[in-house]
């Protein structure tokens, strides 16, 4: 759910191997032709996120293969910050790779892990400081969609257990 600015800034320090987190406390935009590392877009796009277990493997594995340099995804033309637009042209060039729309942006991402997220049942409140939103209503609005389709099937989900529990009162 990171922003693509805040994958790129990840360092190496940003990621506690033992508590299983990760600290979003920077992002890397491209400001007048230069990359640029500076505080993320709001402040309550700092904060600290847990990982389960296999990622933090996945990074570990992915900082062997370039253990002196302090970023945690190093360019390898440059080993300093991707530029956010490489990766957008790499996410592009990956989808068609694999037959996907064009169109899917690499933000998309980040919806796609609120979306499972909140159908997964992660409370609202929790997503949203995941995502490093202002507040909880703000989450709610921008994924109304997908509350209103959980609604949908909880309604149904109750009519079911009513059904079945007016069934079983039935006189014989």
Known sequence: GLRRG?????????????????????????TKGELVVSQPKTHNSIRVLPVSQQAVDLLVQEHEQHPDNPILFPSPRTGGYWSPDAVSRINRKLLKNAGIEEHVRFHDLRHTFATMAISSGVDVKTLSSMLGHYSAGFTLDTYTHITNDMQRGAAEKIGGFMESATAANAPE
Do not use: F, G, N, P
Not at 7 to 27: F, G, H, M, N, Y
């Open 6 to 30: 805040e994958l790129l800034a990840l360092l190496w320090t940003d990621l506690d191997v033992e508590k299983r987190t990760i600290s979003i406390t920077k992002q890397v935009t491209r």
